[in-house]
T-cell receptor, first 113, second 114 residues
Framework: GQNIDQPTEMTATEGAIVQINCTYQ??????LFWYQQHAGEAPTFLSY????GLEEKGRFSSFLSRSKGYSYLLLKELQMKDSASYLC??????????????FGKGTKLSVKP | DTEVTQTPKHLVMGMTNKKSLKCEQH?????MYWYKQKAKKPPELMFV???????INESVPSRFSPECPNSSLLNLHLHALQPEDSALYLC?????????????FGPGTRLLVL
């Protein structure tokens, strides 16, 4: 089967650091993606991990451990505009979607002053 | 440039209407996708086109009919929709389908069926 889990909601303070976790169980694995989605808007690509380790891109970093089926998205120096849903998505080449993305339900992050 | 455009931004239609959603990309991507997203839910894959051919249809009702006139354009024809079809319809594209390429999403069409 295919399952992707992430927390439903998180709250953090402006200027702080927040870590959003994602765990997955899939038939196969060919990459994990993080997308940001503001309410009523389209998902925006943030990061891609296919090998273990940390990928850093400005204030955003993403980590992957394939052996643990685990990833996290780290947001530093939080800004109010970071309030959004963060979607974890896995590419499973052996899954029913023929290698296309399987999305988690998303984590709604609220950044407070 | 990673831009995917979609028109219209908003659409209201009755259950007997016929309408079309349009999607365009000029990144040379060979895979294009339609997703449906309900409020507070993740996107659900509907169709995948690879090299202008339909490669995936995720058991979508026939009242949704996709069309790929060329490698840059993707349409979704709508006919006899139901109120529960009201949702945000997202188009995406990637260099290839399947195990390669990052998907980039368009801004979406917010559809309301009355």
């Amino acid at each position: 089967g295919q399952n992707i889990d992430q927390p439903t909601e998180m709250t953090a303070t402006e200027g702080a650091i927040v870590q959003i976790n994602c765990t997955y169980q899939t038939s196969g694995f060919n990459g994990l993606f993080w997308y940001q989605q503001h309410a009523g808007e389209a998902p925006t690509f943030l990061s891609y991990n296919v090998l273990d380790g940390l990928e850093e891109k400005g204030r955003f970093s993403s980590f992957l451990s394939r052996s643990k089926g685990y990833s996290y998205l780290l947001l530093k120096e939080l800004q109010m505009k970071d309030s959004a849903s963060y979607l974890c998505a896995v590419r499973d080449p052996y899954g029913g979607s023929q290698g296309n993305l399987i999305f988690g339900k998303g984590t709604k992050l609220s950044v407070k002053p | 440039d990673t831009e995917v455009t979609q028109t219209p931004k908003h659409l209201v239609m009755g259950m007997t209407n016929k309408k079309s959603l349009k999607c365009e990309q000029h990144m040379g991507h060979r895979a294009m996708y339609w997703y449906k997203q309900k409020a507070k839910k993740p996107p659900e894959l509907m169709f995948v086109y690879s090299y202008e051919k339909l490669s995936i249809n995720e058991s979508v009702p026939s009242r949704f009919s996709p069309e790929c006139p060329n490698s840059s354009l993707l349409n979704l024809h709508l006919h006899a929709l139901q109120p529960e079809d009201s949702a945000l319809y997202l188009c995406a594209s990637s260099q290839e389908s399947g195990v390669y390429g990052t998907q980039y999403f368009g801004p979406g069409t917010r559809l309301l069926v009355l």
